[in-house]
């Protein structure tokens, strides 16, 4: 089976997933890397879009209908706005807070937002949130036409950013997924030995890694459409190990040996 057949049938057969314990372990690690290749693409177009639409959204803000503004001393100060402005624009809420009336779980609460806040810059998209303090400025004074170039410069690399986030989101959804594996295989080696079946560590690594396919596919489309699981970690351990349980369940038993 190619990998796609083998990923379509780890969703529901347990019989295929103890199956694959016989093939090399190459084409199973290029089995995980494409699982985790597909656990990342949902984030990956929430944060190029994201990105995109933010960007877009803050250089006509900013152009139009944001007064004068800079960033002096690791502080925002903008002397004309008393109380925190708040736009929304194509999607996206673009604030300026330089009284420190927003907190960062509040900016992160509105889903997709650009802040300026008191001591720092909040950019969150989908719940996710990339934070840069204003100290790191050091003794840098930014005005809000300096932030206006700074954008068309930004524009024009964009496509380059959001390739080097997905790569580098990629790698790290793969080293999760990894450990993930090797940890789901040794709850494997303890079911193997209650249930007196056959196989070594290679072989229960072999069906963890395709036992996680049910619960990374279910986790992809909830993320793909927005959606909150609750417990969402119980759930995800819960499917592992049952899935492991039954395809390890799948393996031949151990002979006994006969009585004298």
Do not use: C
């Amino acid at each position: 089976m190619n990998i796609l057949q083998q990923f379509f049938k780890s969703l529901y057969s347990p019989k295929t997933i103890a199956m694959t314990r016989f093939q090399g372990i190459g084409k199973t690690i290029l089995f995980v890397f494409f699982l985790s290749l597909l656990a990342t693409l949902p984030a990956i177009f929430q944060i190029g879009t994201g990105l995109s639409t933010g960007l877009k959204g803050l250089d006509q803000t900013l152009k139009s209908e944001v007064p004068d503004f800079k960033i002096e001393n690791g502080k925002l100060i903008a002397d004309s706005i008393k109380e925190p402005l708040e736009i929304r624009k194509d999607g996206f809420i673009v604030l300026l807070d330089p009284n420190g009336t927003y907190t960062l779980k509040e900016v992160e609460n509105k889903q997709n937002a650009i802040a300026f806040l008191k001591d720092e810059f909040v950019f969150a998209s989908y719940g996710q949130s990339q934070i840069y303090e204003y100290s790191l400025l050091s003794d840098l004074t930014i005005t809000k036409e300096n932030i206006i170039d700074y954008l068309a410069q930004i524009n024009g690399i964009l496509p380059i950013i959001i390739v080097v986030i997905s790569f580098f989101m990629y790698i790290a959804s793969s080293a999760f997924k990894f450990i993930e594996i090797f940890m789901l295989a040794f709850i494997g080696l303890v079911i193997k030995n209650l249930l007196q079946k056959k196989g070594n560590f290679k072989q229960i690594w072999t069906i963890a890694a395709y036992s996680v396919t049910l619960a990374t596919f279910f986790f992809t489309i909830m993320e793909s459409i927005g959606a909150n699981v609750p417990s969402a970690l119980f759930v995800n351990w819960f499917v592992h190990f049952m899935m492991v349980y039954l395809a390890i369940n799948e393996i031949p038993s151990t002979k006994k040996p006969l009585a004298a």
